[in-house]
């Protein structure tokens, strides 16, 4: 169990405004109050997660809690992005969900090989994307134990 | 270039009867056609040569040998002098027979090409003619003895070669005016026999000739007719020339039996310079009489190194003809190949589209529905009814675009994949697509029976899909009050050299009407609207794509009311 569940965020890499709004969404409609933020591609998240231009800002605030990640994104796509975090020591700790259009079962296998630690269908209809918010902050905030950030 | 080999020359012809009418239709007669003409050179030279000798002799040459009695004292070289008219003699003959036995030996490599037997009947009659005019040779060179006295052994042989040359000739030719004829596979026994029947007659007469005593005198210097044996032939060549030739020449068209009947001429020309101008041996008409001889057997082999040519050309040229279709039909199979391999082309490429354009729509649809029910859950109801409605109808119409999509995607999927034919057992498939199906099986109180299924050569997972969607389709069509039976039965049938097994798929269903059999094999095409039943219409164009690629085929028979049989062909 979190001691301090709020303070976790969830940060969310996708290219499409549409699908980050439906998540925000989702998030109010399951009467959340787990803060998100967003990148839109591997770049900016890479950029976030180490705290350089233009996320200098975020010096000194936690990693975020999860993160969903797209993997079809312009600039660096989710799978390469998702590489270099593994590979990255201070980084690869941070559970990573890649939630995708893509049903392609290469891209799941890839993806858990690549250490990924789930990998969710994005859901047709916005009732499902709801439970599936619920779904994932239930587990992964409320069940599971996340390391220090 | 219509040229027709001796051999198709001699279809069956009914008996051409022998009738005087056809003599004096002379135009008739004489006529050949063009192709089997000689060359109008060669016809000339050999009208020339019969003709000029004795136009020469009018004008005083002489063409013979001295005939001066010997000297006393002979040197070698007096001898060979006096012995001139002799080795003259020996010359021409020997010349004579020299062409008789290319003719046959022409005449025999000819029928293996050709396998027209008239040559080589008429070769082997040649040569026996020339055979004979070889023993008289000998004979007169005194280098085979006879019993007889030489002074009556070499004008007898001489006149017997004759008599032998034009009786052998009329029987050679005449064998094939019969009505009878014979056919090509019994023709080298045929050829054989009559060569053995020639040749025995031939040596008959020389051994008559070798062993008896007295023959007949054959010379009479000073009589009119001064050989008359040789009137015998002259009324023999004047016969074949005039008659049985031309007939030959009608019946079995070639350039050789035109070259046979020029050679009438020279036949006859030597006759009559034999009969009514030869006096004695060795001089100037006898020696024309041997110098025409020697043409007389020289223009049928002439003809036949011609037909020969002929024949070469002709298969050369045929040759040349398969060549060219041959390269055309090369050049048209390459062509089809470059269209087969474009069009597969383009069938990938509308494949790889459709499934591309399936995939890509399904992204803008999702965020549709996706809005469309945020949309739908912040209209309120009692405030804005009508809007709420057009939500709803929007939101029926994008659920309906996904499944269309989903359908296409699927469509297009089963053409893309790789196909790993292998025997699949229909048992175990059929009871995976039932287990699959349990829950509407129970609901429908369904019963499904099938025999002890083969197996076939297939894609488990491919084949799977058929039997899901016909099996899906007949629980999903069954009448309302009626519990639905589907029945599954094989049988094998072979189409040309090909095996199938042949599936039936019986349900007691709704059915439909026959004339929509085709009809409903068609993508998104259905016989019922989509409050009725629900569906895209895909389900049996799958069906049929798959099992196509099976190379085998589907088809349906159904009568409205009654149910539905679908029949499946599938390679063993």
């Known amino acids: 169990m979190l001691s301090d569940s709020t303070a976790v965020t969830i940060h969310m890499c996708d290219d499409d405004p549409d699908d980050q709004l439906l998540v925000t969404d989702a998030l109010h409609e399951a009467k959340l109050a787990t803060p998100i933020d967003f990148t839109s591609n591997g770049k900016e998240l890479l950029q976030y997660l180490n705290r350089e231009a233009p996320y200098e800002h975020m010096k000194g605030k936690p990693l975020p809690g999860i993160i969903l990640l797209d993997l079809n994104m312009p600039v660096m796509d989710g799978r390469e992005v998702l590489a270099k975090i593994k590979s990255n020591e201070k980084l690869k700790s941070i559970p990573i969900i890649v939630l995708t259009t893509s049903k392609a079962e290469e891209d799941i296998a890839r993806t858990y090989d690549m250490g990924v630690n789930s990998f969710i269908i994005k859901p047709v209809s916005f009732e499902n994307l709801v439970e599936m918010i619920q779904s994932v902050t239930d587990y992964w905030f409320s069940l599971v134990s996340l390391p220090k950030q | 270039m219509v040229f027709t080999l001796a051999k198709e020359a001699s279809c069956p012809y009914a008996a051409i009867p022998l009738k005087y009418k056809d003599i004096f239709m002379l135009n008739n007669h004489f006529y050949i056609a063009e192709e089997y003409r000689l060359p109008r050179s060669i016809v000339i030279v050999t009208v020339a040569l019969c003709i ?32 001139s008219g002799g080795f003259t003699h020996a010359l021409l003959e020997w010349s004579a027979f020299t062409a008789a036995i290319f003719v046959v030996l022409l005449a025999f490599s000819h029928y293996s090409i050709t396998n027209d037997i008239t040559t080589p009947i008429i070769g082997v009659a040649l040569f026996c003619a020339g055979a004979m005019d070889a023993f008289h040779t000998l004979a007169a060179t005194r280098l085979i003895t006879a ?86 032939p002259l009324i023999l060549f004047i016969i074949a020339g005039l008659y049985v030739y031309p007939l030959f020449a009608k019946r079995y068209p070639s350039i050789f039996a035109t070259a046979l009947l020029l050679s009438a001429l020279p036949e006859i020309a030597v006759e009559a310079h034999m009969a009514f101008g030869s006096q004695r041996l060795f001089d100037s008409d006898f020696n024309v009489a041997h110098f025409l001889k020697i043409i007389a057997y020289v223009i049928p082999l002439a003809g ?228 009725q039943y629900i569906g895209t219409g895909i389900g049996l164009a799958i069906c049929k794509k798959i099992v196509e690629k099976h190379n085998g085929s589907i088809s349906v028979q159904s009568e409205l009311g009654i149910g539905s049989c679908f029949i499946l062909l599938l390679e063993k």
């Open chain 2, 52 to 83: 000029i000798p004795f136009i020469l002799q009018l004008l005083g040459i002489d063409f013979g040998n001295d005939a001066q009695p010997a000297p006393a004292t002979l040197t070698t070289d007096d001898m060979f002098y006096h012995l």
């Open chain 2, 147 to 232: 019993v007889a006295e030489n002074k009556d052994l070499i004008p007898f042989t001489w006149a017997l070669s004759r008599v032998f040359n034009g009786l052998i000739m009329l029987i050679g030719v005449g064998i094939f005016l019969r009505s009878k004829q014979v056919k090509p596979e019994k023709g080298l026994t045929f050829i054989i026999l009559t060569s053995l029947a020639f040749a025995a007659v031939g040596y008959l007469l020389i051994y008559t000739s070798a062993t008896s005593h007295n023959l007949p005198q054959t010379q009479f210097p000073d009589s009119f007719i001064r050989r008359p044996y040789d009137i015998v």
């Open chain 2, 304 to 531: 036949l190194v011609m037909d020969y040519v002929q024949t070469y050309k002709v298969q050369v040229n045929h040759l040349h003809q398969l060549q060219t279709a041959h390269d055309k039909l090369n050049t048209r199979a390459l062509e089809i190949n470059q269209a087969n391999s474009r069009l597969a082309q383009s069938n990938a490429e509308l494949e790889k589209f459709a499934y591309i354009a399936s995939h890509d729509l399904q992204e803008p649809l999702r965020k549709i529905q996706a809005f469309g029910d945020r949309l739908h859950s912040t209209i309120d109801k009692s405030v804005n009814e009508k809007s709420l409605d057009y939500v709803s109808r929007m939101q029926n119409s994008a659920t309906r675009m996904r499944s269309l999509i989903d359908d296409l995607l699927k469509f297009s999927r089963v053409g893309n994949q790789e196909y790993n034919l292998k025997q699949v057992s229909l048992n175990d498939i059929l009871a995976n697509v039932i287990d699959d199906l349990q829950l509407s099986i129970s609901e429908k109180k369904a019963k499904i029976s099938f025999d002890e299924l083969p197996t076939v050569c297939g894609e488990e997972k491919q084949l799977y899909q058929v039997f899901l969607n016909l099996f899906s389709n007949s629980l999903k069509f069954s009448k309302p009050e009626t519990a639905a039976e589907i029945q599954v039965s094989s049988q094998q049938i072979s189409v040309g050299d090909k095996h199938y097994w042949q599936i039936k798929v019986q349900d007691n269903g709704i059915g439909f009407e026959q004339e929509y059999a085709d009809k409903i094999f068609e993508v998104f095409q259905r016989l019922h609207g989509r409050s």
